[in-house]
């Protein structure tokens, strides 16, 4: 059996390390090259760090290191990506779109490429609601943000040009594993930090309203399963908790007992968010774009580009992810509590292994 | 049998002028844009030139004994809430001279005990409430309640008076304001308005009305919309059962989604003042269930709700069988 070559971009993100390490972990791994901008860590690799760029013509690489990739890689996995929820969608298409094409276009002459990974989100589902079936097509229109639209774009560029496709979709991450331990802060973390200083005062939603989360350790394993796995080309899978979602309800109550156990949040009496439809919540956001301050702006803004999803309730099927992993991931409610308790201090912060 | 005491008499004073919001604005009298503040709602507010508070809350007391031929000694209690001690003898353009008598021999020269001598009161006990802001009627209704209740007092006037000082703008939290008095009767046996249930919040760590205004902004929705259900069920209503929601005069934009939040289905918002006085720290609520009774938009055994904020911050709510 031929050794795979991989080809991973993104390895030097959170959950991107993990991928890498994981297939330096595997037998059938013969060698992995990382793509990154600003170096990597090149202990964790076979081979240097390649120096390269998604927004640069034929990534930046150079035409010796190219010749090599195209002799000797079999498999790309396309983790990089600008994750960031309140960029503009020039910004987003800028990296997550194009970078994705540029790839696709320098990959095109690895004539031993046999597998093409491309790791997208759950939310390129955008503001659909009910069941997303891993096997559904895109949206054309209506998401919540540039990021998932961009993403999105990018997943129909890499069906459209590539027939070894494998599409990875992980839900929100929110911490490394079931500890709850949180190695990178993102949107997630930002508007919890926001709630808890009493900053957001509503939620919109609906009495259906789910918080799709996982863990990086899960989303990691599913990726790494899906460059590995044999014949699943052109399959679609779902990294998320589908149904150990929890609904917002009991996050709203485990996230606010978290918050309970710090004894100087307790006093400051702070009320938790009111729940509401979207059309209310828009009319509250109008009201502080017109009057509140730029503190509150800004909140209000940071959490316009994703919490409006609450109000499109939906889960995810995890059919394919499951059989493919053999087991579903870790139910939210295995973690959301230990995840809250160190964003907010109840606990000694874990260092990262 | 435990009385239900209710409120039997409103009246209220308005400084003799107004200015519409476009007039304060030129004025440099506003944080926000004119326009803004027209969309929020409010379009004209009385601005007291020569009156002082004083003046306006010994106008709404009379004007109430008058309108309902009260005999002033019939009054068992007087509660005043309001301008404290010498500002409320003071002109606007005047205050932050007079305010300095809060620190010399004025400093117990009192606004409550002066309108008890001037109205006639002569078997009043009189107290001061401090500290409630545009609360400080509210918190006065309901401490006259609890005085008809548990001494068996008769009939209890609470009068408020606020104004603002000429260099203090017109603005609260993006609200337009006017100068105002309002004067209510409670009375341990009434026949209209019976208070049947009340509920206040306060959370002292929002004492800090300036630095904390961002903080108070975010807080206002949920602890309002939290503190009206509970004031609904204090009173022992459902909340399909409230006819009538009596609000604070700040602006219609944020009653609409207060009013979404509340979940009150059949009620109704009398908001009609907000566009013709804004918001009154002397006494929203009763100003506008004065005006909404003349207008026979209330009928007797409506349920009315009432609620309010105050800098303090305090959320309180009471409900009326009309």
């Not at chain 1, 031929?2 to 013969?30: I, M, N, Q, Y």
């Not at chain 1, 995840?339 to 292994?353: C, T």
Request: proline share 4%; charged share 20%; glycine share 8%.
């Amino acid at each position: 059996m031929t050794k795979h070559c991989c080809f991973v971009t993104g390895a030097t993100g959170l959950v991107g390390r993990e991928v890498v390490a994981r297939l330096l972990a595997s037998p059938e791994v013969e060698r992995v090259y990382v793509l990154a901008r600003g170096g990597a860590n090149g202990s964790r690799v076979t081979a240097p760090p390649l120096h390269g760029d998604l927004r640069l013509d034929g990534l930046g690489i150079a035409p010796d290191v190219r010749a090599r990739l195209a002799r000797e890689v079999t498999t790309v996995v396309h983790l990089a990506a600008n994750t960031s929820f309140s960029q503009s969608l020039d910004e987003a298409r800028a990296t997550n779109t194009d970078g994705t094409r540029r790839l696709l276009e320098l990959s095109d002459d690895w004539t031993h490429v046999s597998r093409w990974v491309y790791v997208s989100t759950a939310f390129v589902a955008g503001l659909r609601t009910g069941t997303i079936l891993e096997e559904d097509s895109l949206p054309v229109s209506g998401w919540a943000n540039a990021y998932e639209q961009s993403k999105a774009e990018a997943e129909m560029l890499v069906r459209a040009e590539r027939t070894d496709w494998v599409i990875a979709r992980p839900a929100t991450i929110v911490c490394d594993d079931s500890s709850g331990r949180i190695s990178q802060m993102n949107a997630v973390h930002r508007a919890l930090r926001l709630y808890f200083g009493g900053l957001a005062p509503m939620l919109p939603c609906t009495d259906q309203s789910l918080v799709d989360a996982v863990t990086t350790e899960y989303a990691a394993r599913g990726i790494a399963r899906a460059v590995l796995a044999p014949d699943i080309a052109r399959h679609t899978f779902h990294f998320c908790a589908g149904l150990g979602a929890m609904p917002l309800s009991e996050l709203l109550d485990v996230t606010y007992d978290a918050f309970l156990r710090a004894p100087a949040w307790r006093r400051k009496g702070i009320v938790r968010p009111v729940r509401t439809d979207l059309a209310t919540y828009r009319l509250f956001e109008q009201a502080i774009h017109d009057v509140g301050s730029d503190r509150v702006r800004q909140a209000l803004r940071s959490l316009g580009h994703f919490v409006p999803h609450l109000a499109y309730p939906k889960r995810f099927a995890t059919d394919a992810a499951d059989a493919l992993l053999g087991d579903s991931a870790p139910p939210a409610a295995s973690f959301w509590a230990s995840m809250v308790n160190q964003l907010v201090g109840n606990v000694p912060v874990l260092e990262a292994a | 049998m435990i009385a239900c005491p209710g409120i039997s008499a409103i009246s209220y004073a308005l400084p003799a002028v107004s200015r519409s919001v476009r007039e304060l604005a030129v004025a440099g009298l506003l944080d926000s844009d004119p326009e803004v503040l027209e969309r929020f709602g409010f379009e004209r507010v009385g601005v007291a030139i020569e009156e002082t508070p004083y003046d306006l809350a010994l106008a709404a007391a009379s004007a109430m004994l008058r309108e309902h031929d009260i005999d002033p000694s019939t009054i068992d209690a007087l509660l005043y809430g309001g301008a404290p001690g010498a500002i409320a003898f003071a002109k606007p353009r005047d205050a932050a001279a007079m305010a300095s008598g809060l620190c010399d021999g004025h400093r117990f020269e009192y606004p409550a005990t002066r309108l008890q001598f001037d109205l006639g009161l002569d078997n009043a006990t009189v107290l001061g409430l401090d500290q409630l802001a545009c609360t400080a009627i509210l918190g006065a209704v309901r401490l006259a309640r609890a005085l008809c209740i548990a001494e068996g007092l008769e009939r209890v006037l609470c009068v408020s008076s606020e104004f603002y000082p000429a260099a203090a703008g017109r603005e609260a939290i993006s609200n337009c304001t006017s100068d105002a008095a309002c004067a209510v009767l409670v009375e341990r046996n009434a026949t209209r308005n019976r208070i049947v249930g009340g509920v206040s919040v306060t959370k002292g760590f929002f004492w800090g009305a300036g630095s904390m205004r961002d903080e108070v902004m975010a807080s206002y929705f949920p602890t309002a919309a939290h503190v009206i259900r509970r004031t609904v069920a204090n009173a022992g209503w459902q909340p399909e059962a409230v006819n009538w929601v009596m609000p604070h005069n700040v602006s219609a934009t944020s009653w609409e989604i207060l009013f979404r939040l509340a979940a009150l289905p059949n009620a109704r918002l009398w908001s009609d003042n907000i566009r013709r006085i804004g918001h009154t720290l002397a006494g929203d609520n009763f100003i506008n269930l004065r005006d909404a009774l003349d207008g026979g938009a209330v009928k007797a055994g409506d349920k009315v709700l009432m609620f309010a904020y105050g800098y303090g911050a305090h959320w309180t709510g009471l409900a009326l069988e009309a």
